[in-house]
């Protein structure tokens, strides 16, 4: 909290390997906050959004858009295919969502292009290939390709050239020559046409037209002005390009540690950060998943959790929640608070784990984590049972008392993680929510 304002910043961030539902705590903390601001990942991210009769899947779009009178910035640590971006701003407008003088965008954040759709395949398909375990298991968005040619340079096309022909010209010629030649290497067989991108490009950097501005200076106006500001993290913590299970992770700072340099505002702006962590573990993806459950069990979470990829409806891997990982994350992003979602899913099961430390191969153990794909993929989960707890559950406005079981479910994690519990969600609804003050 800034002295002598009130304002307080938050950050919200996923505290495993993604979906952890969000998109709904972002849209239930909306209404404290004046700016929703995204600053990292790409289309590669899916948040569903349920109000009322209506869900909605954004991409790119920050959440806070479906609020009429939150501003939204897409800051310049986004990779934006403006493709999908210009479809969102389409579908929600139809939906008569007004984007116009709410939406604006970083000209410093990078544009992902078609080449690097087709990169993103052909690593994929090359690393598949004869070596088993190497793919990555991408959305193949074009996210690594994109940031990879940001971290280049040369090739790079950010989204306030697409309003400088001569410097987009020149760059995405660059960048068709040099992806050409990957992707003909690479054995894939469609090639970037330069004339038709430039095309694109000049057309896109039209329809964005004054979206497009300096979200620097922008935010900080902002914060000036006593604005509240929300951060909106996408993808997760165990995703993040340095903390994660590396190299099995998206290719940006996807923790809390994004903020600043995927905003240009400095660290000390957030004033609270809350950690989103499910009531069990998912992964979408290759990676390491030391509490994987590969039984009934596992499919029962997935279908009861409707556990199948917003962005690429593929079935995501279920297991036991892992408080390693899940306190290491937490650690990370400085959280300070937590928000357990969908503990709905396990009511009903006779026994539930927890992991709280690993096995290591020489037979010691740890109650750290280990970010290392290689080394993690080695150990074995220790696990704390607990009983379960029955049944149907009935919540009217989810304010309910919790089962026994679920409240001491609930109490371990706390303290194992030594972050208080501030919001629990049962149920997709803004309504199936128990906020600090019921729980
Ligand atoms: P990429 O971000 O498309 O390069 O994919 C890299 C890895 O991150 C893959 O395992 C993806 O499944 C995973 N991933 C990326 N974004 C998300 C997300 O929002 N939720 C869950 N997994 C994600």
Same mark, same amino acid.
């Not at 969000?22 to 906050?33: F, W």
């Not at 030649?181 to 430039?198: F, H, N, T, V, Y």
């Given at each position: %909290?800034?002295?002598? !304002?009130?304002?307080?910043?938050?950050?919200?961030?996923?505290?495993? #390997?993604?979906?952890?539902?969000?998109?709904?705590?972002?849209?239930? %903390?909306?209404?404290?906050?004046?700016?929703?601001?995204?600053? =990292?990942?790409? *289309?590669?991210?899916?948040?569903? /959004?349920?109000?009322?009769?209506?869900?909605?899947?954004?991409?790119?779009?920050?959440?806070?858009?479906?609020?009429?009178?939150?501003? @939204?910035?897409?800051? =310049?640590?986004?990779?934006?295919?403006?493709?999908?971006?210009?479809?969102?701003?389409?579908?929600?407008?139809?939906?008569?969502?007004?984007?116009?003088?709410?939406?604006?965008?970083?000209?410093?954040?990078?544009?992902?292009?078609?080449?690097?759709?087709?990169?993103?395949?052909?690593?994929?398909?090359? $690393?598949?290939?004869?070596?088993?375990? *190497?793919?990555?298991?991408?959305?193949?968005?074009?996210?690594?390709?994109?940031?990879?040619?940001?971290?280049?340079?040369?090739?790079?096309?950010?989204?306030?050239?697409?309003?400088?022909?001569?410097?987009?010209?020149?760059?995405?010629?660059?960048? @068709?020559?040099?992806?050409?030649?990957?992707?003909?290497?690479?054995?894939?067989?469609? &090639?970037?046409?330069?004339?038709?991108?430039?095309?694109?490009?000049?057309? #896109?950097?039209?329809?964005?037209?004054?979206?497009?501005?300096?979200?620097?200076?922008?935010?900080?106006?902002?914060?000036?002005?006593?604005? &509240? $500001?929300?951060?909106?993290?996408? =993808?997760? @913590?165990?995703?993040?390009?340095?903390?994660?299970?590396?190299?099995?992770?998206?290719?940006?700072?996807?923790?809390?540690?994004? +903020?600043?340099?995927?905003?240009?505002?400095?660290?000390?702006? /957030?004033?609270?950060?809350?950690?989103? %962590?499910?009531?069990?573990?998912?992964?979408?993806?290759?990676?390491?998943?030391?509490?994987?459950?590969? =039984?009934?069990?596992?499919?029962?979470?997935?279908?009861?959790?409707?556990?199948?990829?917003?962005?690429?409806?593929?079935?995501?891997? @279920?297991?036991?929640?892992?408080?390693?990982?899940?306190?290491?994350?937490? %650690?990370?992003?400085? !959280?300070?608070?937590?928000?357990?979602?969908?503990?709905?899913?396990?009511?009903?099961?006779?026994? /539930?784990?927890?992991?709280? *430390?690993?096995?290591?191969?020489?037979?010691?153990?740890?109650?750290?984590? +280990?970010?290392?794909?290689? &080394?993690?993929?080695?150990?074995?989960?220790?696990?704390?049972?607990?009983?379960? #707890?029955?049944?149907?559950?009935?919540?009217?406005?989810?304010?309910?008392?919790?089962?026994?079981?679920?409240?001491?479910?609930?109490?371990?994690?706390?303290?194992?993680?030594?972050?208080?519990?501030?919001?629990?969600?049962?149920?997709?609804?803004?309504?199936?929510?128990?906020?600090?003050?019921?729980?």
């Amino acid at each position: %909290m800034r002295p002598g !304002t009130g304002t307080m910043n938050t950050a919200i961030t996923g505290l495993q #390997w993604g979906d952890e539902g969000k998109g709904k705590i972002v849209d239930l %903390m909306t209404s404290d906050h004046d700016v929703v601001v995204r600053y =990292n990942g790409g *289309a590669n991210a899916g948040h569903t /959004v349920v109000v009322g009769e209506e869900t909605y899947a954004l991409h790119l779009m920050p959440s806070g858009i479906l609020s009429p009178d939150i501003q @939204c910035v897409i800051g =310049n640590g986004v990779v934006i295919d403006p493709t999908k971006l210009l479809e969102e701003i389409d579908s929600l407008e139809s939906r008569g969502i007004n984007t116009n003088q709410r939406l604006f965008i970083s000209d410093r954040a990078h544009v992902v292009l078609d080449y690097h759709k087709m990169l993103d395949g052909a690593l994929e398909e090359f $690393l598949a290939g004869g070596r088993s375990g *190497a793919s990555i298991g991408t959305t193949r968005r074009g996210i690594g390709p994109a940031y990879a040619d940001k971290v280049l340079r040369a090739p790079a096309i950010r989204v306030g050239d697409l309003r400088y022909p001569d410097v987009l010209e020149e760059r995405v010629r660059i960048a @068709c020559d040099l992806h050409g030649e990957q992707l003909a290497s690479l054995g894939w067989s469609e &090639r970037p046409d330069p004339e038709k991108l430039i095309a694109t490009c000049r057309d #896109w950097g039209a329809r964005l037209g004054d979206r497009i501005i300096d979200t620097t200076y922008f935010l900080h106006d902002a914060v000036k002005a006593g604005k &509240r $500001l929300l951060f909106e993290g996408a =993808n997760a @913590c165990l995703l993040d390009v340095d903390h994660g299970t590396y190299p099995f992770v998206t290719s940006s700072n996807c923790s809390a540690l994004g +903020i600043p340099a995927g905003t240009g505002l400095p660290a000390a702006t /957030v004033d609270r950060v809350i950690g989103i %962590m499910k009531a069990y573990s998912t992964r979408v993806g290759a990676g390491p998943f030391p509490t994987e459950l590969d =039984n009934a069990i596992g499919e029962q979470i997935r279908e009861r959790g409707r556990e199948y990829g917003t962005t690429t409806g593929r079935p995501r891997r @279920c297991g036991w929640l892992d408080l390693v990982a899940v306190r290491y994350a937490a %650690m990370l992003c400085g !959280t300070t608070s937590i928000a357990c979602m969908l503990l709905d899913v396990l009511f009903g099961l006779d026994e /539930v784990k927890i992991c709280t *430390a690993y096995r290591l191969p020489d037979g010691s153990t740890t109650d750290r984590f +280990i970010p290392d794909a290689h &080394r993690l993929s080695g150990v074995e989960p220790i696990y704390e049972r607990l009983p379960g #707890w029955d049944g149907e559950l009935d919540f009217d406005g989810a304010r309910e008392q919790l089962p026994d079981g679920a409240r001491r479910y609930l109490d371990f994690i706390e303290k194992y993680l030594e972050v208080p519990i501030e919001v629990v969600s049962v149920g997709p609804e803004r309504t199936q929510t128990l906020m600090a003050s019921t729980i």
